[in-house]
């Protein structure tokens, strides 16, 4: 099982639509929770970070964690063709001897047409 | 804002030779990280340092040795290169929470 997982997509959503995108989580004790979004050909860029259970909004963004089903997801309301983007998941993972790193998951392509 | 600066985004290179990737924080951050990017393999942490002088192995370290000389430098270096190294490579500093932030990434093509 993978450390952190995304559906690799493309995931593709109506201009002005709510996109869902999702990641599991394999460590039970991960504490931080970050999503990133990358444009093609550029770097990632922090758009949230959650570290408790429930919903955290930003502007079009909600992230939510349920630290029970080791899950979490990022809502994108009111799509633009301009969050089309690759969108990373990235998750503490705990180390056997302490200390932690962060894991990214392999990514969700979204694709938010006109 | 943090910038992390990686001081080349194109780099072509010959199997065997000696390559330099260097990477600047000017955020006084004690993390910092470097990673490659492959298509469907996603971001793979190669090494990380949490001090000056002090340096630790990631998932894929093996043809790679990194220098931290500096607490704002971060230096990867691949002793002969290979083809299958190329790929892309983002340099990342953290602070607290985990939070990592990203350079512009160096592509490299080794031929």
């Known amino acids: 099982q993978k450390e952190v997982e995304q559906n690799s997509g493309p995931l593709s959503v109506p201009e002005g639509a709510i996109a869902s995108l999702n990641c599991t989580y394999s460590?039970?004790?991960?504490?931080?929770f970050f999503w990133y979004r990358q444009y093609s050909g550029k770097s990632p860029e922090l758009i949230m970070s959650i570290y408790s259970n429930g919903d955290k909004e930003d502007g079009r963004f909600t992230a939510q964690l349920n630290k029970a089903s080791q899950y979490v997801s990022l809502l994108i309301r009111d799509s633009q063709p301009s969050d089309s983007a690759t969108y990373l998941c990235?998750?503490?993972?705990?180390?056997?001897?302490?200390?932690?790193?962060?894991?990214f998951g392999t990514g969700t392509q979204l694709k938010v047409e006109l | 804002d943090v910038k992390v600066t990686q001081s080349s985004r194109y780099l072509v290179k010959r199997t065997g030779e000696k390559v330099f990737l260097e990477c600047v924080q000017d955020?006084?951050?004690?993390?910092m990280f470097w990673y490659r990017q492959d298509p469907g393999l996603g971001l793979r942490l190669i090494y990380f340092?949490?001090?000056?002088?002090?340096?630790e192995k990631g998932d894929i370290p093996e043809g790679y040795s990194v220098s931290r000389e500096k607490k704002e430098r971060f230096s990867l270096i691949l002793e002969s290169a290979s083809t299958n190294q190329t790929s892309m490579y983002l340099c990342?500093?953290?602070?607290?929470?985990?939070?990592?932030?990203f350079g512009a990434g160096t592509r490299l093509s080794v031929l």
């Open positions: 460590d039970r004790g991960s504490q931080s």
């Open positions: 340092s949490y001090d000056v002088k002090m340096k």
């Open positions: 990342a500093s953290s602070f607290r929470k985990n939070i990592q932030y």
């Open positions: 955020m006084d951050h004690e993390n």
């Open positions: 990235a998750v503490t993972i705990i180390l056997t001897g302490g200390g932690n790193k962060l894991t």
